[in-house]
């Protein structure tokens, strides 16, 4: 085999590799909207009982929404309000990480809940959404 051919095979090799790895980035990254669309609905349903009660909800139940893995999907397995307010997202394995977690954390500001998006789990995420990758620090 000449070393032209050999050249060409490798560059063959990683463009396919490269491609494969980019296709499967963009298949996580639609898994992941689908649990962005449920965050979408307690997001709302979180505004509507902190207009009433004047105070974040911390669970499902509160706000008379569905256990958490009602909002199971093909990518999700669950989708929880958990202390302060904070919507916390489980995802399958078909978004990259078995077990992934992202989160919805509330803040309250005048007249409004602003929500920041964070998560330990998915590195490149901010490549695709408005959401942080916050990893966790062992010990502290």
């Not at 396919?16 to 669309?37: P, Y």
């Amino acid at each position: 085999m000449s070393k032209k051919w050999l050249i060409a095979v490798l560059v063959i090799v990683i463009l396919v590799v490269t491609w494969n790895h980019e296709k499967r980035q963009a298949i996580n990254a639609a898994m992941l909207t689908q649990g962005f669309e449920v965050s979408t609905l307690l997001r709302f349903a979180s505004k509507e009982y902190f207009d009433g009660m004047g105070e974040l909800p911390s669970s499902n139940a509160q706000l008379g929404m569905g256990a958490p893995e009602d909002y199971s999907n093909l990518a999700l397995h669950s989708a929880s309000i958990i202390e302060g307010g904070t919507i916390e997202l489980v995802y399958k394995v078909n978004t990259g990480i078995e077990g992934g977690i992202i989160r919805y954390v509330p803040t309250i500001v005048p007249g409004m809940i602003k929500w920041s998006c964070e998560t330990p789990d998915y590195v490149d995420i901010a490549d695709y959404f408005l959401c942080e990758y916050v990893p966790v620090v062992e010990g502290g």
